[in-house]
């Protein structure tokens, strides 16, 4: 009986630090970032690269604007849309995509107000390509666009 309840008590101890410790997912490639502030958006971003960037943050939260301007995929970690968002801070756009083809995947983008600007969430220039899917815009307000402005 006591043999039993230490492998039982050594078993749960196990499960309850896998638990605890879980490590964030490994990137599949180093053609892949896991980020988890806007900082660490930003350095990816800037690294040609990184074709794909996961944002592993549920409350994901961007002070400025996020300029993007070259082909890249930007997901959620999650497998649905309201599972990560990211929210903005301050008065204006959360990404502004000028180039590039631009893939957004499985996160939310909420609180952009920008009312003097084109564009709440998302503001796409001419010359730039944006793919969406399974993706959610909500709560965000702008001059034209408050969701997405093309």
Not at 10 to 23: D, E, G, K, T, Y
Not at 76 to 81: F, L, Q, R, S, V
């Amino acid at each position: 009986m006591k043999s039993r309840l230490l492998t039982l008590l050594s078993a749960i101890s196990m499960v309850a630090s896998l638990l605890v410790a879980a490590p964030l997912p490994a990137a599949a490639s180093s053609h892949e970032a896991t980020v988890v502030d806007e900082e660490a958006l930003l350095t990816a971003l800037a690294n040609d690269a990184i074709e794909s960037i996961v944002i592993a943050s549920p409350g994901f939260t961007i002070t400025d604007p996020v300029p993007v301007a070259r082909d890249v995929t930007i997901k959620g970690i999650e497998t649905t849309a309201e599972a990560t968002t990211l929210s903005v801070t301050s008065n204006s756009p959360a990404l502004v995509i000028t180039a590039g083809e631009v893939t957004l995947e499985r996160f939310a983008i909420s609180g952009a107000n920008d009312r003097k600007a084109s564009g709440g969430g998302i503001a796409v220039h001419e010359g730039a390509t944006l793919y969406l899917h399974e993706m959610s815009l909500y709560d965000n307000f702008a001059g034209e666009g408050g969701g997405l402005f093309l």
